[in-house]
């Protein structure tokens, strides 16, 4: 289906039209008529299908068309990250270009100027608030805020708020709304917590089910079996340019190496350092402006490797990224496949290397299951010694594995040398 077939504004239609977005995703095209209707929607999508367009374009054009009061504030997008919710106010802009409208971000962090602006926005009743839970309950519970005029309450990405802890503070807030407001709630998963906030702030609302997609053919896809001390060496050795299978002709630049917990984070950044890699961290105690900073020399190319938690898998948008490293393996599905997302977009190619403890391989079986085939392992230096031996469960039909599926890593990199070669050739360009 077009933009074009849906009953958006001239506005939002023609700031579609400047940025060529011609066709809808599955999403959208399922989303939009349900939120133009007016009607209450939960829908399950993961990052990567257009889930933000498909809120905002109906949010937009109901800005434009709708009567409502300029003066106070018309809808309240939440979100669990302050990066997504930097993102989202950036696509509110793109896409409302030719929409009268007002927004502001609100998240947490230190800085003054972000305070006033953000208290500011919301004395003064933007039309649209961006904000992650937390920093919005402590500034309501601060200042006087007007919530009479809310007439859109959109969650984006709410099982990871859940997950999060945000529960009770976005409570707190549907709460201080009109009951008349049209709620509306965008998740990766879908588990318990997220159908019982549903039932509890929706009114019969509509279900929309956009299957887990898996990665895109441009992403390479491997993986390598090591112990636990091995991986910073392979690492060093890799960006370094020193894995003889697997090398960048121009060298390693714009790599995300996503590590599970925070603390590894700080460790890890400062052992790359030690090794001579240009190396920065991202994780939630950096105050706002340091994360700016980072985000912007990554960005310019000035930082080789940005180390990280999951708090920037789904609200980094970076085109140019040739390389993932997962440092351990995703416990979750969903969280594998944003992770590995980062590569391999706006027609690039790309790869993303899963390093698999012999304590992980149990999780890593549960993505090949969810993939249906078996990730490519790769070669192991000799110089790192002895690997733990990897044990395929998956297979390309799906069907589980049979007793005695063990394969050298050696030996399976060995026989993939093809697909190896396909993005190397690719990569030298």
């Known amino acids: 289906m077009f933009f074009d077939e849906l009953a958006l504004s001239d506005g939002v239609l023609d700031a579609l039209w400047d940025m060529h977005f011609d066709v809808c995703t599955p999403v959208q095209e399922q989303t939009i008529p349900i939120i133009l209707d007016g009607r209450d929607v939960i829908s399950c999508a993961q990052t990567g299908t257009g889930k933000t367009a498909a809120y905002i374009l109906p949010l937009l054009t109901n800005l434009e068309y709708d009567n409502h009061d300029e003066d106070k504030m018309n809808a309240i997008i939440m979100a669990p990250t302050r990066e997504l919710a930097q993102q989202i106010d950036q696509q509110m802009q793109g896409f409302g270009f030719y929409v009268p409208f007002s927004s502001v971000a609100v998240y947490g962090g230190k800085d003054n100027d972000a305070w006033g602006n953000q208290t500011s926005g919301l004395q003064k009743g933007a039309d649209v608030v961006i904000a992650t839970p937390g920093r919005l309950l402590s500034l309501i519970n601060i200042y006087n805020v007007d919530f009479s005029g809310v007439k859109y309450f959109i969650l984006d990405e709410a099982d990871r708020m859940l997950d999060m802890g945000f529960y009770d503070d976005i409570m707190s807030i549907y709460r201080r709304l009109p009951s008349s407001c049209q709620k509306i709630m965008f998740s ?19 279900e929309v089910q956009i299957a887990v997609a898996r990665p895109p053919e441009t992403i390479h896809q491997m993986a390598v079996d090591l112990y636990e ?10 960006l370094s340019n020193q894995v003889d299978s697997f090398k960048s002709t121009s060298g390693w630049k714009k790599v995300i190496l996503f590590v599970g917990k925070k603390q590894r984070v700080k460790d890890l950044t400062i052992a790359l350092r030690r090794m001579g890699l ?10 706002q402006k340091e994360r700016d900073e980072v985000m912007l020399d990554f960005r310019n190319g000035k ?32 969280d594998y496949v944003h992770r590995i997302g980062r590569t391999a977009r706006a027609e690039n190619l790309g790869a993303a290397i899963t390093l698999i403890s012999k304590e992980d391989q149990r999780f890593f079986y ?17 110089e790192l010694g002895e690997t733990p031996t990897a044990y395929v469960c998956a297979t390309r039909s799906g069907k589980g594995c049979s007793n005695g599926s063990r394969h050298s890593s050696r030996n399976r990199w060995a026989r993939s040398g093809k697909s190896r070669a396909k993005f190397q050739k690719a990569n030298r360009g």
């Open 278 to 287: 240009d190396a920065r961290a991202m994780h939630s105690d950096l105050e």
């Open 366 to 382: 549960k993505i090949e299951q969810f993939l249906k085939k078996n990730i490519e392992r790769m070669a192991v230096p000799a």
């Open 188 to 206: 990766a998963t879908m588990p318990p917590d997220i159908r019982k906030m549903a039932k509890a702030i929706m009114h019969d609302p509509v």
């Open 303 to 334: 930082v080789d490797v940005l180390v990280a938690t999951d708090i920037i898998a789904r609200g980094i948008d970076v085109d140019d990224i040739p390389l993932v490293i997962n440092y351990d393996v995703p416990r979750d599905v969903e």
């Open 229 to 238: 001390p091995q991986k910073v060496q392979f690492i060093q050795r890799l």
